[in-house]
């Protein structure tokens, strides 16, 4: 079986350079010698984990670094290998990434502070390199597949994580594929029957919506003609669609009908649709002249078809590729390290600096970088249109501070969608914020309280520290 299985994987790996096939063969070789005789929970040998992450990347045809780093990635966590024969035999950027892939030896460490320093450790080596948050999203995706081996007091922990932790990751990643399979395998651990009610209620459901979706593709490719290239249709994730099901919202919230264009087009097919089919108020978004992430330039729109609200997304060829790969699109095979940096640092945003340089445990990291990381972002705009992005959540004081710190410290009150609001007022996507100002600081210490990103935090606490 496991001949076959590097087998597989050296066949995969047919768009890689001949010398860097004949690497990741060496990785290969390397990695079942350092694991030989250890077993899995499930009693197979343990060499099949790390060559079942590295088929998943394979997948994605990711480059070779991140193939090599995937087989090692528990070299140094289980073997008695060391990171300079890593280095030695693999280079830098590989060792670098298994490092950070490693976690600190448990010690005396409590469970929750064991695993929130770990996050730290995660979250800090990929913003250097996001490989490591890749390689980890996917050793994760390959253990929620294998969970059933494990005791039913860890699947529990272990799924929460996953959803609470990895399913976000893996989204802002521009991973959807990923984090749909971790939602759906970590609801089903959380809560079988509710899990198996809800997947039994969405298939049914698509069966309906299939006739929707066919309805659509024929009306909107005669309608289009040139303009359209094609149609699909697409569901959230599981964990999604229990908590709108709990909700009471319309099933067809669960499905989008996905309409591709050329780039140029995805406006005029906006049109088609809107001419088709009545469009609901209030449900035309622009994440194409608003850019929320890379992986999500698109127009969504919903509207009624044979009475029933219908999600459309209208998305570009190219911007479909992006969301359909995600971050592997963009770590091309000749990226320097630091270009490597700076795509991972633009990914993770600043977020994670800050949060270090403010918080004295990683219990107290953990809590705030979960709000700044994984929060769903809102988008606030300035009265000259100015976009900031904050974690849903944040207030008046957030946005101060993200759109011009020195302004914010001169803040006496805000227009939110032009009624005059206190500052500690909590704000929503696509409201328009207006900052008014006095000629003296008018920071206070009970500013810290209502303040909730990282930024804003440490702006203030500089201003009270002076």
């Not at 990785?27 to 899995?40: C, D, L, V």
């Not at 289980?78 to 010690?107: A, C, P, R, W, Y």
């Not at 991973?175 to 651990?189: C, D, T």
Request: aromatic share 8%; proline share 3%.
């Amino acid at each position: 079986m496991l001949c076959a299985l590097k087998e597989r994987l050296i066949k995969m790996s047919n768009y890689l350079l001949k010398n860097e096939i004949e690497l990741l063969e060496e990785a290969i070789n390397f990695a079942h010698k350092a694991h030989h005789g250890q077993k899995r929970d499930s009693g197979e040998p343990y060499i099949t984990h790390p060559l079942a992450v590295c088929e998943i990347l394979l997948e994605y045809k990711a480059d070779v670094t991140s193939l090599i780093s995937a087989l090692l990635h528990d070299v140094l966590e289980d073997t008695n290998v060391s990171i300079f024969e890593i280095e030695h035999k693999f280079g830098k950027q590989v060792s670098t990434i298994v490092q950070g892939l490693t976690k600190v030896e448990k010690g005396k460490f409590e469970t929750e502070e064991y695993n929130a320093i770990n996050t730290e450790k995660l979250l800090s080596a990929s913003l250097n390199d996001i490989r490591v948050a890749v390689i980890k999203i996917t050793d994760r995706l390959h253990n929620m597949r294998t969970l059933a081996v494990k005791k039913v007091e860890k699947k529990i922990p272990y799924a929460n994580e996953t959803i609470n932790f990895f399913s976000p990751l893996a989204e802002r990643l521009g991973l959807y594929k990923f984090q749909e399979e971790l939602e759906e395998l970590g609801f089903s651990y959380l809560n079988p029957p509710k899990f198996n009610g809800v997947k039994k209620i969405i298939n049914n459901y698509s069966i309906i919506f299939e006739d929707i979706f066919n309805k659509c593709s024929e009306e909107v490719k005669r309608e289009g003609d040139s303009l359209i290239i094609d149609l699909e249709w697409i569901k959230t994730p599981s964990y999604k669609s229990y908590s709108l099901l709990e909700e009471e919202r319309a099933l067809s919230e669960l499905f989008s009908i996905k309409v591709i264009t050329s780039k140029i087009n995805c406006y005029n097919a906006l049109g088609v649709i809107h001419s088709l089919y009545t469009p609901i108020e209030h449900h035309l978004i622009d994440n194409i002249a608003v850019v929320k992430s890379p992986f999500l330039k698109q127009l969504n729109t919903k509207v009624l078809i044979n009475n029933v609200a219908v999600n459309i997304i209208i998305q570009s060829e190219c911007d479909k590729k992006l969301n359909d790969t995600g971050v592997f699109e963009l770590l091309k095979d000749d990226l320097t390290n630091r270009e490597i940096m700076t795509l991972s640092r633009n990914l993770l945003g600043d977020s994670i600096l800050t949060v270090k340089s403010i918080t004295n445990t990683s219990i107290e990291f953990y809590d705030l970088i979960a709000f700044e990381l994984f929060q769903s972002d809102i988008t606030v705009c300035t009265p000259k249109m100015e976009v900031i992005l904050l974690p849903k959540g944040s207030t008046i004081i957030d946005f101060a501070f993200s759109l011009n710190p020195k302004l914010a410290t001169s803040m006496s009150y805000a227009r939110v969608n032009g009624e005059i609001m206190p500052i500690n007022t909590v704000i929503n996507d696509m409201d328009i914020v207006e900052i008014l100002t006095t000629n003296k600081k008018m920071v206070r210490s009970d500013w810290l309280i209502h303040a909730q990103t990282s930024k804003a935090i440490k702006e203030i606490n500089e201003v009270l520290n002076m």
